[in-house]
Nanobody
Framework: QVLLVESGGGLVQPGGSLRLSCLVNGGTINHAYMGWFRQAPGQEREFVAR????????YYADSVKGRFTISRDNAKNTVYLQMNSLKPEDTAVYYC?????????????????WGQGTQVTVSS
């Protein structure tokens, strides 16, 4: 069974940076389509970013494009989300996700696997 474990969340001032990590247990990520979602208080979960196993393609939400970067280290079975120029509206619980298929990845369907989430708070 795939288990996704996020880390790296915390409190940061507006304009600051954070890097979230997601360690994947129970399987190799070499061929896995990985992504990140977030959920702010009182709001629905929303897509943030996702990437192809080879790194040949990636997708971002318009709200984070140019500020966030998804990456991976297959040797460490870890996916990252580098977040720069953070804004108060980026405050949310961030979830690491894994898609079940290429089709789900391309169509942006709901991921099959979710981590427990890590809190990111952007505030002065």
């Amino acid at each position: 069974q795939v288990l996704l474990v996020e880390s790296g969340g915390g409190l940061v001032q507006p304009g600051g940076s954070l890097r979230l990590s997601c360690l994947v247990n129970g399987g190799t990520i070499n061929h896995a389509y990985m992504g990140w979602f977030r959920q702010a208080p009182g709001q629905e979960r929303e897509f943030v970013a996702r990437m192809h196993p080879s790194g040949s393609s990636s997708y971002y939400a318009d709200s984070v494009k140019g500020r966030f970067t998804i990456s991976r280290d297959n040797a460490k079975n870890t996916v990252y989300l580098q977040m720069n120029s953070l804004k108060p509206e980026d405050t949310a619980v961030y979830y690491c996700t894994q898609y079940d298929s290429y089709k789900d990845y391309v169509l942006g369907a709901d991921p099959a696997y979710w981590g427990q989430g890590t809190q990111v708070t952007v505030s002065s």
